[in-house]
Nanobody, 119 residues
């Protein structure tokens, strides 16, 4: 069983920065692919970023590329999302997710953290 707990959300002005954290349980965290997703009001949940289990491979949604950076610290069992140059359209609940079975599906999700960007 894996538990994921996000933190770091809040209210920020456009152009500002936030860093989200996702703390994970589980003895084999270092082998999980980790992703960040977000869901804005009235919209479907969308992919934001993903990082491979060793951290050597990352991928981003076009809408955040160049502004957001995903990273991980396997010793701390934590994945981060550094968000810079935030825009009002980045307002959403942000979720971290773990892919633990190697089958390409995210099987564990956190409860989410709210990010609100004011104009």
């Amino acid at each position: 069983q894996v538990q994921l707990v996000e933190s770091g959300g809040g209210l920020v002005q456009a152009g500002g920065s936030l860093r989200l954290s996702c703390a994970a349980s589980g003895r084999t965290f270092s082998r999980y692919t980790m992703g960040w997703f977000r869901q804005a009001p009235g919209k479907e949940r969308e992919f934001v970023a993903v990082i491979s289990w060793r951290g050597g491979t990352t991928n981003y949604a076009n809408s955040v590329k160049g502004r957001f950076t995903i990273s991980r610290d396997n010793a701390k069992k934590t994945v981060y999302l550094q968000m810079n140059s935030l825009k009002p359209e980045d307002t959403a609940v942000y979720y971290c997710a773990a892919e633990t079975d190697g089958l390409g599906t995210y099987d564990y999700w956190g409860q989410g953290t709210q990010v609100t960007v004011s104009s």
